[in-house]
T-cell receptor, first 114, second 114 residues
Framework: EAGVAQSPRYKIIEKRQSVAFWCNPI?????LYWYQQILGQGPKLLIQ????????DSQLPKDRFSAERLKGVDSTLKIQPAKLEDSAVYLC????????????FGQGTRLTVV | GNSVTQMEGPVTLSEEAFLTINCTYT??????LFWYVQYPGEGLQLLLK?????DKGSNKGFEATYRKETTSFHLEKGSVQVSDSAVYFC?????????????FGKGTRLSVIA
């Protein structure tokens, strides 16, 4: 079974530039999450989708971050404009829609803002 | 709100030593508890989980018991190997409130030396 695919693996941009990350979840997984993992900290949820609808985006900095999952499959997370403090690993995860189910994580995209 | 506190690292052990990584949690509902592991250059992987009080999760020689009375889920292994070197994350999800996302601790880096 293919895992969660993310691209790119690494990205370096200058502050105030824009960047986009892509995620393809495991086939059949209705729930998709984006997490931000700053160095030395645990992952923090940015946004949760159920199919193509947003379940929770309360911790997404909406002035600069946006995410979509238009067809309920793959998803894109965008940052515009980027700040130095956005340097982190951005993790995508997916799970089946039922309760008490395991979340599977991609390898992440490491973003460095200079 | 829900939160997880785990012991600070890094932890350095000799091969075959006993490992304990402490984890305590705060939750408004009745959460499921997880340990995830992140090996160098790889994504987060589920190591073990427990869904109710007194459950013991186990995998690859690691164990953790869900202790409701002490709100703890400490990770243990009787004899660590060099290949166990990784970052370990304790996490919870309160499925009693719906398909809620994982809340992670800050992670504990384990280094095992031969």
């Amino acid at each position: 079974e293919a895992g969660v695919a993310q691209s790119p693996r690494y990205k370096i941009i200058e502050k105030r530039q824009s960047v986009a990350f892509w995620c393809n979840p495991i086939s059949g997984h209705a729930t998709l999450y984006w997490y931000q993992q700053i160095l030395g900290q645990g992952p923090k949820l940015l946004i949760q989708f159920q199919n193509n609808g947003v379940v929770d985006d309360s911790q997404l900095p909406k002035d600069r971050f946006s995410a979509e999952r238009l067809k309920g499959v793959d998803s894109t997370l965008k940052i515009q404009p980027a700040k130095l403090e956005d340097s982190a690993v951005y993790l995508c995860a997916s799970s089946l829609a039922d309760l008490s189910t395991e979340a599977f994580f991609g390898q992440g995209t490491r973003l460095t803002v200079v | 709100g829900n939160s997880v506190t785990q012991m600070e690292g890094p932890v350095t052990l000799s091969e075959e030593a006993f490992l304990t990584i402490n984890c305590t949690y705060t939750a408004t509902g009745y959460p499921s508890l997880f340990w995830y592991v992140q090996y160098p250059g790889e994504g987060l992987q589920l190591l073990l989980k427990a869904t109710k009080a007194d459950d013991k999760g186990s995998n690859k020689g690691f164990e953790a018991t869900y202790r409701k009375e002490t709100t703890s889920f400490h990770l243990e292994k009787g004899s660590v190997q060099v290949s166990d070197s990784a970052v370990y994350f304790c996490a919870l999800s309160d499925f009693t409130s719906g398909n809620t996302p994982l809340v992670f601790g800050k992670g504990t880096r384990l280094s095992v030396i031969a």
